[in-house]
């Protein structure tokens, strides 16, 4: 998604996956090879880190990847100098908060799983390195973001279109000076229940709303959409 929509003039994008990608200088490795990160973030400005996996797992892997490999990440970067990195945390970061209208963007952290206590390890990995070595780091809790349109009542209102996906990223990279801090990541959906104050602060304006696919939503049993919507994290707090 993010190939698609963040190239900007003047802004060269370095790539890096676990698989080959079809873009000039990508890097195929993994987070959790401190060689391979530190080579691949000599001489740049910011990191965007997605890498990792991506929901709840075994435990080793999540350990490797996203406790490990974040750690990798944001190491390489102190030391390569950049100024500024821009974390995918998650929703489920605070997944076990419950749900009210106009949540702010810095509810204290509140893991529904084990996958997001990573995210919280990587949150808090990120106020370190922001108070102890001056990076600038911006953590998105991101909510549900995917390259199809949303599917049920809850990502009706925790969705993240990819269009504003990039504009969220590019907002954490460019908005200046924002120490450290959380941003929700979701569009401007009719039915949110997380605010959008923390992304105008720096300057990210979503511009659309899960609302257009409500009438393809599925809607499944009363007490099952009561329960999911209790908790911030949806399901995973079942």
């Known amino acids: ?92 970061a605070v997944g076990f908060q419950a749900s009210s209208p106009e949540l702010p963007d810095d509810l204290p952290v509140r893991p529904d799983t084990m996958y997001g206590v990573t995210k919280v390890f990587g949150e808090a990995l990120g106020s370190l390195y922001h108070d102890r070595f001056g990076l600038d780091v911006v953590c998105l809790r991101i909510g549900t973001c995917y390259d199809v349109p949303p599917s049920d009542l809850r990502s009706l209102s925790t969705w993240l279109s990819p269009r504003d996906c990039a504009r969220l990223v590019d907002a954490a990279l460019t908005c200046p000076a924002p120490g450290f801090r959380t941003v929700w990541g979701i569009s401007r959906n009719s039915r949110r229940t997380w605010s959008l104050d923390g992304g105008a602060a720096i300057d990210y304006h979503p511009e659309d709303d899960a ?11 009363a007490e099952y959409e009561e329960a999911v919507r209790r908790h911030v994290g949806g399901a995973f707090a079942l």
Request: glycine share 6%.
């Open 1 to 92: 998604m993010l190939r698609r929509w963040l190239p900007r003039k003047n802004r060269e994008l370095r790539y890096l996956d676990i698989v080959p990608v079809d873009e000039p200088g990508a890097i195929t490795a993994s987070v959790s090879d401190p060689a391979a990160i530190a080579a691949a973030c000599e001489g740049v400005d910011a990191v965007v880190h997605l890498g990792g996996t991506p929901a709840d797992a075994d435990w080793n892997d999540l350990r490797d990847t996203n406790i490990h490999g974040t750690y990798c990440v944001f190491e390489a970067a102190r030391q390569a100098g950049a100024s500024r990195i821009v974390y995918a945390s998650s929703n489920h």
């Open 211 to 221: 609302e257009e696919f409500a009438a393809d939503a599925v809607t499944r049993e």
